[in-house]
């Protein structure tokens, strides 16, 4: 045997730190990213101020990093250290089937959905005044709602 090869649970430590590793990072980001209030004008001085700009990307592209570790990598890593075949159900299906999702998977996900709905309104609050601002106050009830 090639003393190279890698088993599922030593692939499965690998991926563990690499994940611990994006998730001081994505911490690192999310502290510096809330330090701000952010509000509409904080929204609209983007344009102005690049590097909020990419204090923002720098958050949204660890946050997707971390969630395509978990989701892709780790899981379907956690399901073959235990011996789990592959089969047709996604790994946090079969994760959760088992009773041992991770916890902070779960955190995530709940902290993903919160994210999610604050930038959807902070999104939609910001576009309503500026459609006020266009048309001199007069603001359409159905105007900027989400699909």
Request: glycine share 4%.
């Amino acid at each position: 045997m090639n003393a190279t090869l890698l088993t599922a649970a030593d692939r499965f430590v690998a991926t563990l730190a690499v994940g611990a590793k994006q998730a001081a990072h994505l911490e690192w980001s999310r502290k510096r990213l809330f330090q701000d209030n952010i509000d509409a004008r904080w929204v609209e001085a983007l344009a102005e101020r690049p590097e909020l700009a990419e204090r923002l990307e720098a958050f949204v592209s660890r946050y997707g990093r971390l969630h395509d570790t978990l989701a892709d990598k780790l899981l379907p890593r956690w399901l073959l250290a235990l011996a789990e075949k592959p089969g047709s159900q996604s790994a946090t299906t079969r994760a959760r089937a088992l009773t041992c999702r991770p916890t902070s998977y779960r955190a995530i996900s709940a902290e993903d959905a919160m994210l999610r709905r604050y930038f959807q309104s902070l999104y939609q609050r910001t576009m309503r005044e500026a459609y006020g601002r266009a048309t001199g106050g007069i603001v359409s009830q159905d105007c900027c709602q989400s699909p």
